[in-house]
């Protein structure tokens, strides 16, 4: 270089020999801008001082991103490989990501106008030192230091010569997988970044997705040429250490595919990959609402869903790669042992062998699902080796394991990704009518309380439909009437939550109907010893559900205190209501049922006007007074007083319906 510019530029004048590697490092230090990374970059291709002081500016010149990438890749391509990782592995551990949020008018104003600086700014795919490529969205800088960081070690670790390489992979990993884990946003652009490490480090040669159009990947210009190690082993790694190296990558995968899921967003009550939804409208097409959009169409049509698709696609298709056996992911799964939680932030010894390194439950849960659905969806897949799961007690395992971990209050209330992936996965089941067999009666009770707990619990009307559904399709396969009647009568008696018990009157009805088709009844059918009839076929099944069914309500709404609080729980039980007194509106109409099921006897023996119906008619009308004007519930509801009307309307249709058909029955 000339020697004008030497004295015009520290970078050059304070070169070694001029002054020692420590020395030298402080300078760079503090004169390191970015109208000093083009002459930076010139200095790092000198192999001598960038193996030397390389690796003590990676954290200086990350803050300096995009313009820097060129001299990071410098250090990579020529520093001390050991040395750099340690301190990439320490910036991706220490990386801490923006909180999203929009600015203000105000606050983006300044922006508009642009205050000039001493340096122009460097676009997306430009760096100092080179020509200008098309610009693109720019991320965050957390978000383009994740992405570098990430290709530094690729590059790192293809320079590393030892007959260890799964220390250093070990630690690299669990670096990438916390900072993964802290990002809330761009979590497609991070997540193809971490699936590139994976691709390159495993040597496979499936081809790399590429950018989203709003990404800022860059087009990098690699440095052309790596130095080798210069602490290079000449042994090459034992047959053990690259199954450890395999089985890393492996686990890794796992944990990516896990926490990319799990923050999918469900906006549009699109949960996941909504394979539950997928799948049920191609079992099921009759059940499709004329006129709604398909979810099949919206993973063909909408962007954002099509790279749903590609990004879990290519980490499918690369555990296959790596030779992840659905028998490992099977078992991972069914394991009932709570998965143990490292501390956060901490660094794992590495291991000593692959069965210390455990794959992610959910994430083998996520992969499993997504090899079995894959089948089911696409009729050009070829059948591999994924194994069919039954309802028991595969699935009832499933649900065990992952489904209301915490305690039965926290039932439905997971993930809604990791929901519907369980439920998709009791979809497939049965399809294939492979529903299996229950141990005892309580493991079938218990099945049938998880998901029917699911359906009420879950934010999403999808995943409350497809709970609903495997609900009441497993309550009916069960050969045993009692224990369905148990289950009903269970649900009514028990549960707390209104829209599951008119669920159960939803089975009531159901199973009434089926056991007692439109036909011509003996009032005293013949019945044989060793072929009892059905229960629901007798009066028993109505009278023991009869209390639950239509309680005592003599004192549920005569209430010292505001009335606007008996109104909310009427408001809630409402659809419990309905449900029965339109079921009870069904039996007082169907002629041919009194005798079999003894409708007049069940309403005499109920006691059910002076207990329920009068109630009722009560509060409604209590109600419906304070609505007017002046009224406590008018001020309270003034925002729904057209819906607090309606529901009050439609209560006072029913009863109105029942006390018509009552007075048939009566004067028969």
């Known amino acids: 270089m000339a020697e004008g510019q030497k004295e015009q530029n520290p970078l050059l004048a304070a070169l070694p020999p001029a002054t020692d590697y420590l020395t030298y490092l402080t300078i760079v230090e503090y004169n390191l801008t970015e109208e000093n990374l083009p002459v930076l970059h010139q200095v790092l291709l000198t192999t001598d001082l960038t193996v030397n002081i390389g690796w003590d500016l990676v954290h200086l010149l990350l803050p300096l991103l995009p313009a820097s990438e060129e001299c990071l890749q410098d250090i990579a391509a020529k520093g001390n490989p050991r040395e750099v990782i340690l301190k990439v592995t320490e910036a991706l551990r220490l990386l801490e990501f923006e909180e999203p949020h929009e600015d203000s008018d105000e606050e983006a104003a300044p922006l508009e106008e642009g205050s000039s600086s001493k340096v122009p700014a460097v676009e997306v795919g430009e760096s100092s030192t080179s020509p200008a490529l098309p610009p693109t969205v720019l991320p965050p800088l957390p978000v383009l230091k994740f992405e570098i960081l990430v290709d530094l070690l690729m590059a790192l670790h293809r320079r590393v010569k030892t007959k260890y390489p799964s220390r250093f992979l070990s630690t690299s990993l669990q670096a990438v997988l916390v900072a993964y884990n802290r990002a809330r946003t761009h979590r497609d652009e991070l997540t193809l970044s971490a699936v590139k490490l994976v691709?390159?480090?495993?040597?496979?040669?499936?081809?790399?997705?590429?950018?989203?159009?709003?990404?800022?990947?860059?087009?990098?210009?690699?440095?052309?040429?790596?130095?080798?190690?210069?602490?290079?082993?000449?042994?090459?790694?034992?047959?053990?250490?690259?199954?450890?190296?395999?089985?890393?990558?492996?686990?890794?995968l796992t944990h990516v595919v896990e926490d990319y899921v799990l923050t999918l967003n469900s906006e549009e009550d699109v949960p996941g990959l909504a394979w539950s939804s997928r799948l049920m409208e191609k079992y099921e097409p009759e059940r499709i609402v004329p006129g709604k959009r398909q979810y099949a169409d919206r993973f063909a049509e909408d962007e954002d869903m099509k790279s749903r698709s590609a990004i879990v696609g290519q980490i499918v298709a690369l555990a296959q790669d790596l030779g992840m056996k659905t028998e490992e992911l099977v078992q991972a799964i069914m394991d009932?042992?709570?998965?143990?939680?490292?501390?956060?932030?901490?660094?794992?010894?590495?291991?000593?062998?692959?069965?210390?390194?455990?794959?992610?439950?959910?994430?083998?849960?996520?992969?499993?699902?997504?090899?079995?659905?894959?089948q089911e969806l696409y009729s050009?897949?070829?059948?591999?080796?994924?194994?069919?799961?039954?309802?028991?007690?595969?699935?009832?395992?499933?649900?065990?394991?992952?489904?209301?971990?915490?305690?039965?209050?926290?039932?439905?209330?997971?993930?809604?990704?990791?929901?519907?992936?369980?439920?998709?996965?009791?979809?497939?089941?049965?399809?294939?009518?492979?529903?299996?067999?229950?141990?005892?009666?309580?493991?079938?009770?218990?099945?049938?309380?998880?998901?029917?707990?699911?359906?009420?619990?879950?934010p999403s009307p999808s995943l409350r439909y497809h709970a609903h559904y495997l609900t009441s399709t497993i309550l009916r396969s069960h050969p045993s009437d009692l224990v369905r009647l148990t289950f009903i009568r269970d649900t009514l008696e028990h549960c707390p939550y209104e829209n599951l018990k008119a669920s159960a009157v939803t089975w009531l009805k159901g199973e009434t109907l089926e056991a007692n088709p439109n036909i011509p009844h003996s009032a005293n059918p013949a019945t044989d010893d060793s072929n009892p009839p059905n229960i629901f076929a007798t009066p028993v099944a109505l009278s023991t559900v009869a209390p639950f069914l239509f309680p005592d309500l003599t004192h549920t709404y005569h209430s010292a205190v505001e009335i606007s609080e008996p109104f909310m729980q009427f408001r809630q039980e409402l659809g419990f209501y309905l449900a029965a007194l339109n079921f009870y509106f069904l039996l007082l109409t169907a002629r041919p049922l009194h005798d079999v099921l003894d409708i007049k006897g069940l309403h005499e023996g109920s006691n059910m006007e002076e207990?329920?119906?009068?109630?009722?008619?009560?509060?409604?009308?209590?109600?419906?007074?304070?609505?007017?004007?002046?009224?406590?519930?008018?001020?309270a509801e003034a925002d729904g007083i057209g819906q607090a009307k309606m529901d009050i309307a439609l209560l006072e249709e029913a009863i109105g319906m029942v006390e018509r058909a009552l007075s048939k029955l009566k004067g028969e």
Do not use: W
């Open 199 to 252: 691709k390159t480090l495993s040597g496979t040669k499936r081809p790399h997705l590429p950018p989203r159009a709003s990404s800022a990947n860059l087009l990098r210009a690699a440095t052309g040429f790596s130095e080798p190690d210069p602490e290079a082993q000449s042994e090459p790694p034992s047959a053990h250490e690259q199954t450890l190296v395999n089985r890393l990558l492996q686990s890794f």
């Open 611 to 635: 207990h329920y119906l009068t109630p009722l008619k009560e509060a409604a009308s209590n109600f419906k007074t304070s609505l007017e004007e002046g009224g406590e519930l008018r001020i």
């Open 380 to 458: 050009n897949v070829s059948v591999d080796d994924t194994p069919s799961i039954c309802i028991f007690p595969d699935h009832a395992t499933i649900l065990a394991n992952f489904v209301g971990v915490m305690g039965q209050q926290t039932v439905g209330l997971e993930p809604e990704a990791l929901l519907d992936t369980v439920l998709a996965l009791g979809l497939i089941a049965l399809e294939k009518n492979a529903v299996g067999e229950p141990k005892d009666d309580e493991d079938f009770a218990r099945y049938l309380q998880t998901t029917s707990l699911v359906s009420a619990n879950t």
């Open 336 to 374: 009932p042992e709570i998965e143990k939680q490292g501390i956060p932030g901490a660094e794992d010894e590495p291991p000593n062998s692959a069965e210390d390194i455990p794959l992610s439950k959910t994430g083998s849960l996520f992969l499993f699902a997504a090899r079995s659905v894959k």
